[in-house]
């Protein structure tokens, strides 16, 4: 506890407004963003250890009966963070069933490297002023006006930084590794806390970046809900008698058990197949939108077969045909 008090000048016993002012300075002189110093980022570790710790022990002593804390007036309200990055992370559909782990890309402008943040760009030697060429003076609309870049002396020893264009800002990338859970689609957020815009005192925490997700079209796949919709086509034949039918699936081809019935196009449901229960949310279905196909192109046996076939339907035509049965005693019975 000695070096915490040491490292960040405190004599021991000092209250916690004392505490956190003595690192709010200290951080604010060894944040990484701010110092360059190739230490900075190990003693700016040390500074907030040494803050949490002393903090931490102030609570342990504090838990006891103490009726009045004589330094509670002082006491900031719940720390102001940083602001908020939002950014769209888009994913496939498969990931969203099995989830992923994405890498992201975080922009943000840091101090030029060029010029340190300064945005200038300073000559060994004073230079002639290039906007006013030496004069001085600009011409403007209100006339002759005293030049800026060289606060009108004509010379000048700086100039803005070629890097930077004088910003003193350049855009720093940043790569994190997101681990993205099953069961999020469109508009779901993820949150990672810490990632956002750095605070302007380096005491305060950043804010988070806000991942919105975003479902890549799928060739295949669609979602409605939290339901999964697919079409497949079936064999006509295959409509009528039913049998196992093997279906793509995000998490894996799958077969399911397919009711004799119509060969119309129908749905087939297949109950917590869709997109994987999040949260509150339960999971939605599977929904195979069956589309019947007739055989193409018989050959010699094949049509042999199904004259077979068609002949036998027609032997009982009420039953397999009753529409086709009812119009032809319409219109072509004697
Ligand atoms: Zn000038
Ligand atoms: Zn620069």
Not at 200 to 206: F, K, S
Request: some cysteine; aromatic content about 4%; hydrophobic content about 35%.
């Amino acid at each position: 506890m000695h070096d915490a008090h040491q490292l960040l000048g405190l004599q021991p016993g000092a209250t916690r407004p004392q505490i956190k002012r003595a690192f709010r300075h200290l951080a604010m002189r060894w944040h990484p963003d701010r110092n360059a110093d190739p230490h900075a980022v190990e003693h700016f570790k040390a500074l907030r250890q040494a803050h949490d710790a002393l903090l931490a022990a102030l609570l342990d002593g504090e838990s006891g009966i103490e009726p009045a804390r004589p330094d509670a007036a002082e006491e900031e309200a719940p720390p102001a963070r940083g602001a908020d990055r939002a950014q769209t992370l888009e994913i496939s559909v498969e990931e969203a069933f099995l989830g992923a782990v994405k890498d992201v890309c975080v922009r943000s402008p840091q101090p030029c490297s060029q010029c340190g943040g300064s945005g200038l760009e300073r000559f060994s030697v004073s230079r002639l002023c290039e906007p006013c060429r030496g004069s001085g003076r600009l011409r403007s609309e209100n006339g002759l006006v005293r030049c800026n870049a060289c606060e009108g002396r004509g010379y000048s020893h700086t100039r803005a930084c070629a890097c930077c264009g004088g910003s003193g800002e350049e855009q720093a990338e940043r790569w994190l590794q997101v681990q993205v859970p099953p069961g999020m689609t469109d508009d779901d957020e993820l949150r990672l806390a810490g990632e956002g815009e750095p605070h302007a005192d380096p005491a305060h925490a950043p804010g988070d970046l806000r991942l919105r997700i975003r479902l890549a079209p799928h060739a295949l796949f669609r979602r409605d809900g939290r339901n999964l919709l697919l079409q497949r086509p079936v064999s006509a034949l295959r409509m009528l008698i039913g049998g196992p039918l093997p279906i793509p699936h995000p998490a894996g081809p799958r077969t399911v058990l397919l009711e004799p019935g119509l060969a119309h196009p129908r749905e087939m449901r297949v109950e917590a197949a869709g997109f994987p229960a999040r949260g509150s949310r339960p999971a939605g279905d599977l929904i195979v939108e069956l589309v019947p196909m007739l055989p193409q192109a018989p050959d010699a046996r094949l049509r042999a077969l199904i004259e077979q076939l068609e002949l036998e339907l027609r032997t009982e035509a009420d039953k397999h045909f009753p529409e086709l049965a009812q119009w032809e005693s319409d219109w072509l019975a004697d």
